[in-house]
């Protein structure tokens, strides 16, 4: 019998999720299909025949139109193809995700979750429909992030979940408001495998959702746990460390003197990428950010004073947001821009599905403050598709 197809989708978007789950099934598993990959926008494989088959899809939230239309035409087209899907949007909205018309949703962390489902799917021991996997189980350590079939090294992800609670962002829940952080000997041990794949490669990119809380589980920065991080990367050869900026930026109450001596040295990249979301202390207040204005602007002077861009998050249309509230942001983003000649990156608020806020409304932004905005914009101040977000949450309605 001839070994079923498991034919992976592989857009840009999915190559680091696809790369994790890849990475961390065993190679006697993956040996057991006929394995293909489906890149980007080629003609879908041609070895799609009539055995029995598998098609693996990874996606968020802004491409779910363009998965349902592709995933509607290959039902019709070859109805005898199973299908199965992961990443953040069917995580974080598996219900409308198993809608669209997969077989299967598999909800969670996927790196052992995957490799299960396989297994069983193997054996037709897997029912249809959704399944979550266990939350912030997986050992980060246990797995190396990457996988040499998405043909793409991404960066290294040092650290997955959040334990503070912003109401806009669905990282805490998704991680069962856990942090875990990969080992140093496992981040070694990615490096040299990026290294032998790409000897000729310079610059490391790390993943966190607060960079510069590296090995802390206080609430604050553990300077040892960074320094030892810093050390690390550098006696491996890293000859560019990218850390603090995309996709690891930092938290204002992260950014001390004391964090600024110690990474400077070490860090090549020239901007750090920092969310501060708000300029008024009641907007903060509600978005649960845990920090106040006076610390965004002590961390932005930091960034400046030791020689870096602060590229700054700020979001705009939030739940319940007064037109005053509107004002006091641009206001404090002219003052930043000002002074310390910030980068501003504009959102406007999205209900993300599993967030504390994923059933409120954007607030309509007052056109006084759009002018504004796009004036910051036109002067090269600002950046950001805000603008392409207002009234996304509708168009998500529409999808659910
Ligand atoms: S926005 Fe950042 S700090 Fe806030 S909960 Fe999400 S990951 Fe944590």
């Not at 995957?114 to 350590?141: C, M, Q, R, T, Y």
């Not at 950010?289 to 960034?303: E, F, K």
């Not at 700020?314 to 002219?334: A, C, K, R, S, Y």
Request: with cysteine; charged share 20%.
């Amino acid at each position: 019998m001839p070994a079923p197809n498991l034919i992976i989708r592989i857009q840009n978007y999915n190559r680091v999720s696809l790369g994790a789950i890849l990475g961390a099934a065993p190679k006697n598993l993956l040996q057991k299909f006929n394995l293909i990959t489906w890149v980007s926008t080629d003609e879908e494989p041609i070895e799609l025949g009539h055995e029995r088959t598998l098609l693996v899809y990874s996606f968020m939230l802004p491409h779910t139109t363009e998965v349902a239309n592709e995933l509607k035409s290959i039902k019709h087209r070859y109805p005898f193809c199973e299908t199965v899907c992961g990443g953040a949007q069917p995580t974080s909205a598996p219900k409308v995700t198993l809608e669209l018309g997969f077989d299967y949703v598999l909800a969670g962390e996927g790196e052992v979750f995957f490799s299960e489902f396989l297994e069983k799917w193997l054996e037709n021991a897997f029912e249809k429909g959704i399944h979550h996997a266990p939350k912030a189980k997986v050992n980060l350590d246990l797995f190396p992030g990457f996988s040499t079939i998405t043909e793409y090294l991404p960066p290294i992800e040092i650290s997955r979940g959040c334990r503070c609670g912003c109401m806009f962002c669905g990282v805490p829940r998704l991680n069962a408001a856990t942090v875990r952080h990969r080992s140093l000997d496992a981040i070694t041990s990615i490096v040299k495998e990026y290294f032998k794949l790409k000897p000729g490669r310079k610059r490391i990119k790390f993943l966190a959702p607060n960079a510069f809380a590296y090995g802390s589980f206080s609430g604050k920065p553990d300077l040892n746990a960074l320094y030892d991080l810093l050390e690390t990367l550098k006696r491996a050869g890293v000859p560019e460390i990218n850390l603090g900026s995309f996709p690891s930026e930092v938290r204002p109450d992260y950014v001390t003197r004391e964090v600024m001596e110690l990474v400077t040295p070490y860090l090549s990249n020239k901007t750090i990428v920092m969310g501060v979301q708000s300029g008024s202390n009641k907007m903060l207040a509600k978005m649960n950010r845990g920090h106040t204005v006076a610390q965004a602007i002590n961390a932005i002077s930091l960034v400046r004073e030791f020689g870096f861009l602060p590229h700054i998050d700020f979001i705009v249309g939030n739940p319940d947001e007064t037109q005053e509230e509107q004002i006091e942001l641009v206001d404090f983003m002219e003052q930043m821009i000002n002074e310390f000649d910030i980068k501003v990156h504009m959102h406007t608020f999205t209900p993300l599905p599993s967030t504390p806020w994923e059933n409120k409304l954007q607030s309509p932004i007052d056109e006084s403050v759009k002018k504004r905005i796009r004036t910051l914009q036109a002067a090269g101040k600002l950046d950001g598709w805000w603008e392409n977000h207002i009234g996304y949450f509708r168009t998500n309605q529409e999808t659910k």
